[in-house]
């Protein structure tokens, strides 16, 4: 499992080099290509084409596209798909068919002048024939079109402020989070040469932390009495599952030694009994037949259900969904938002669900790491060949988010909500002493030598 | 702080608004506000005539409307005098119709029940069994609601030919899906935690409230007027009403299960018993003195008093409305309880603002 071949800058880099190297060229070439002496615009040009490939421009863009890349990949990929299968999941679970708006709902494409001709057999079909993928972004489309009110005795800046807030807090969750050992914003070679992030957990802990404080201005800035109840409970919620959940990341912290998810993640690599000597009977130490990976949900399955019930809560999904139970609060803290700024909120939503299955992959189920086929291909780079897997390590991380993802679905459509003093119970009284249980687990793992 | 939950809420499921005043999360008083949905039934029945009256009491509950136009039908013919004449068969199309609309009503309450608790899943599922049970009665009275089916003599036509075979094959399939809805609901650890001891309406007040029907019998008290003051053919039947000590939210739900097992079974007895013969009666046209007569309506008892002066329109008719009474209990129910279940007790009180507001 040693290499990757999926470099997200290392790409970027080579990207921006060449098509930087390209404008240099054409940029240049244009006083030289004339007769007689260079007009004085030639200077300005070729200065420009200078700064073009100058080191520090080239690490700009490479940044620029990196990120873009990355917020492209959660939202336009992630996003739309992640509420594509919510939507057609719950469907079935309701015993009915869900969404099928696609390209072939569309007939009227089939006016545009030239074109039209690839699509002319569109209208002949009935409408709602396709998979549903497109519903969604029919949706946003209807959101962007929607007036933006901002209700008359609001707190203007405050109510404007609050969904950036969210959005920009739920996108910064991902500059932490690694989608494999490569496919990472914040990401730097070790000792070693290997990849890390020293303190990748606690900036992705910190990211997650905002967004409850921008539903709490915006619930109360929208001066109503619902959103009022709804940014309340919010912050009641955010005491009473914020803690169990960084206690149980805590725990795996203590465990590893580490805040790296890197280093979490290559720890997970090992086998069960290897990872710890004194219970070597465990499968996973070599010899024995059947190999079981050291995933910490297996170790430290009190954590794992502590995260597990707590990042529910942190996406709002229905169980927990208290700030806006839309039975009792209308939209709780949503609604006086209309058109995109409530789309933006309601939208990143799955988000945060992509960020909390993400964070809960990469602690407890052995984050990109699975069974992997060695093909007899490699590819050269700086550092030496590197074989090519089947499946890449993207692939296995997806897979395990989304099958997270799906439990969640599951549980929020077969749930009825709690009531907020109920999830005050479930937290201080249930999930905060199981959070620490695992936290003594894991100091006696270690203390006595059992861990490593 | 006052909440105004209604009239355009989501609580509501209908045109009213409670007004709640909150301390923190607790309710410390509420207030029903009713009568947004006002249409003066009981007036526009005045310039009517009496079998043309019963259009406008299908029309009191949308969701009942069989068992509303019934009980009028039941009071006419009190008035009339032709109480005793109406066939036997007709008595037993009455009860399977009645009988058929109770289970559609309670299903419907469950489909708002559920996504008042956060569960949409529980809306499809009991809609979607809710379909079969209005495949029936669109097999029998020709349309999925406001039937207008019972006649003052009887009712209006003959249950087609395939309708018991029909009936067995829904109940049958119903029984298997009222399995899976216990699965969803009662053995669901946080749809208890939402409705064990919530909004406990005690024996005592429920009786001093006037609160009827499955509400009533929720607290403890067996009080079905179908086995007290038996009509139509529900005294050649057997059956049990349902009772529940409980009065919580958790009593209602159990209640109305037990009631749509209930139903079903005087279906299956009432489509094997039904006799040959007529179905229904010419009845006269005028009548003169005063008649009431009060039925088991799907959600408590419901009264009609009706007055002739010996014309062919009612002089006055009064309708006793089981949940305009059962809303006076809500401030007492209320009081004390999180604002999350304001809507979980609301839901589970069945409220239907129709028949409210007459």
Request: charged share 20%; with cysteine; proline share 6%.
């Amino acid at each position: 499992m040693s290499g990757h071949i999926v470099d997200l800058f290392g790409y970027s880099h080579a990207l921006m080099g060449w098509l930087m190297a390209r404008a240099h060229d054409a940029i240049s070439g244009i006083g030289s290509g004339l007769a007689g002496p260079a007009p004085p615009v030639a200077d300005g040009l070729s200065n420009m084409g200078a700064v073009l490939v100058a080191p520090w421009f080239i690490t700009l863009q490479t940044w620029l596209i990196a990120v873009t890349a990355v917020i492209m990949w959660c939202t336009a990929v992630n996003l739309l798909l992640m509420m594509w299968m919510e939507r057609k999941f719950y469907s079935r679970l309701h015993d009915r068919v869900g969404i099928k708006i696609g390209l072939t709902s569309m007939g009227f494409l089939a006016n545009i002048p030239i074109l039209g001709r690839l699509f002319t057999n569109f209208v002949k079909r009935p409408s709602h024939l396709g998979t549903g993928f497109l519903q969604n972004v029919a949706d946003g489309v209807k959101l962007v079109q929607k007036e933006n009110i901002t209700p008359a005795k609001a707190d203007r800046f405050t109510f404007h402020v609050a969904p950036v807030l969210i959005a920009v807090s739920t996108l910064l969750i991902f500059a932490g989070i690694p989608f494999s050992e490569g496919f990472a914003l914040m990401k730097e070679p070790n000792a070693d040469g290997l990849p890390s992030n020293p303190l990748g957990i606690l900036f992705i802990l910190a990211a997650f932390g905002l967004a409850p404080i921008g539903i709490l201005i915006g619930g109360w800035s929208s001066n109503n009495k619902y959103t009022l109840l709804g940014g309340m409970r919010s912050a009641a919620m955010l005491l009473s599952y914020e803690i169990p959940l960084i206690l149980s990341i805590v725990a795996v912290v203590v465990l590893t030694g580490s805040l790296d998810p890197f280093e979490i993640v290559r720890q997970q690599t090992q086998g069960l009994g290897e990872a710890m000597p004194p219970l070597s009977f465990l499968p996973g130490s070599g010899a024995a037949p059947l190999y079981i990976p050291n995933w910490f949900f297996l170790v430290q399955f009190p954590a794992f259900l502590v995260f597990f019930i707590a990042a529910l809560a942190e996406q709002e999904r229905i169980p927990f969904d208290l700030p806006e139970a839309e039975a009792e609060l209308v939209e709780g803290w949503l609604t006086e938002y209309s058109g995109m700024r409530f789309g933006l909120v309601f939208g990143f939503k799955w988000l945060r669900g992509l960020a909390g299955s993400a964070l809960l992959v990469i602690l407890f189920l052995g984050g990109w790491t699975g069974p992997a086929l060695a093909t007899p291909w490699s590819i050269p780079t700086d550092t030496g060949t590197v074989p090519i897997l089947l499946p890449p390590q993207e692939l296995w991380f997806m897979l395990k988010v989304y099958g997270v993802f799906f439990l969640w679905v599951w549980i929020s459509w077969t749930f009825p909500r709690v009531r907020i003093d109920q999830i005050l119970n479930i937290g201080w009284k249930k999930l905060i002493p199981l959070a620490l249980l695992a936290i003594f687990l894991s100091i006696a793992l270690r203390l006595f030598g059992v861990y490593r | 702080m006052w909440i105004n939950m209604g009239p355009q809420h989501p609580m509501t499921h209908g045109l009213w608004n409670l007004k709640v005043r909150v301390d923190g999360e607790t309710v410390v008083e509420a207030r029903p506000e009713i009568g947004y949905l006002h249409r003066g039934v009981e007036k526009i029945a005045e310039v009517r005539e009496f079998h043309k009256v019963v259009i406008l009491t299908d029309r009191l509950c949308y969701v009942s409307s069989v068992t509303w136009s019934h009980a009028y039908c039941l009071a006419v013919e009190e008035l009339m005098g032709i109480s005793d004449r109406i066939p036997a068969r007709g008595r037993y199309l009455r009860v399977i119709s009645n009988e058929l609309q109770r289970v559609a009503s309670h299903l419907m309450w469950l489909a708002a029940y559920a996504p008042d608790l956060g569960l949409l899943t529980g809306l499809l599922w009991s809609l979607r069994e809710r379909e079969l049970f209005l495949d029936l009665l669109q097999a029998l009275t020709g349309q999925r609601m406001n039937q207008n089916y019972p006649r003052v003599g009887g009712v209006r036509n003959d249950m087609p030919a395939t309708f018991a075979r029909d009936c067995e094959k829904v109940i049958r399939h119903f029984h298997k899906k009222l399995e899976e809805y216990e699965d969803l609901f009662e053995r669901n650890k946080t749809f208890r935690m939402r409705t064990e001891g919530v909004g406990v309406l005690s024996k005592a007040d429920g009786l001093a409230w006037g609160v009827t029907g499955p509400n009533l019998r929720a607290s403890g008290v067996d009080y079905d007027l179908r086995k007290l003051d038996p009509y139509d053919a529900y005294a050649d039947l057997k059956f049990e009403p349902a009772v529940e000590p409980g009065g919580d939210n958790l009593a209602r739900y159990l209640i109305r299960i037990e009631e749509m097992r209930t139903s079903c079974d005087l279906i299956l007895q009432a489509v094997k018993r039904i006799p040959e013969g007529p179905y229904r009666i010419k009845a006269p046209r005028r009548a003169e003195g005063t008649a009431f007569r009060r039925t088991e309506d799907s959600r408590g008892e419901a009264l009609f008093y009706v007055a002739g002066d010996g014309g062919d329109r009612p002089y006055r008719v009064k309708i006793r409305s089981p949940i305009f009474c059962t809303m006076s209990a809500v401030p007492t129910i209320m009081r004390g309880e999180k604002i999350a279940d304001v809507i979980g007790i609301m839901g589970s009180l069945d409220v239907c603002v129709g028949e409210m507001d007459k």
